[in-house]
């Protein structure tokens, strides 16, 4: 079992740019391949990172170049930085993970991949 607890969403202007963390507890000694996904209002949630095993990171084409997925193991902790925030970028993030034994690569980035998820944290972007 893997408790995930997402953190640093909030209000920001477009252009702008966040920091969201993503803590994990529990069975957090087996290697892991975690995620970021996105859920705008009345849109299925996507994924548009991930990472294994804090290295090999994917990215959604669509965010590609504004995001950066990173993972401090020893502060079982998962980042994502989201620059040039753009009012699309408002949502829902949710943090996933799972128990993997190699890296899934671009699987990472399909909500069927993972077993654990995060409550989310809120992201607002306005002008």
């Known amino acids: 079992q893997i408790l995930l607890k997402e953190s640093g969403g909030g209000s920001v202007q477009t252009g702008g740019s966040l920091r969201l963390s993503c803590v994990a507890s529990g069975a957090t000694y087996n290697r892991r391949c975690m995620g970021w996904f996105h859920q705008a209002p009345g849109q299925e949630r996507d994924g548009i990172a991930s990472?294994?095993?804090?290295?090999?990171?994917w990215y959604d084409k669509s965010v590609k170049g504004r995001l950066i997925i990173s993972q401090d193991n020893a502060k079982n902790t998962m980042y994502l930085q989201i620059n040039d925030l753009k009012s699309e970028d408002s949502g829902i993030y949710y943090c996933?993970?799972?128990?993997?034994?190699?890296?899934?690569?671009?699987?990472?980035?399909?909500?069927?991949?993972?077993?654990?998820w995060g409550q989310g944290t809120q992201v607002t972007v306005s002008s």
């Open positions: 990472i294994f095993d804090g290295v090999s990171p």
């Open positions: 996933a993970a799972a128990s993997c034994t190699q890296n899934i690569g671009s699987w990472g980035l399909l909500r069927s991949a993972y077993t654990y």
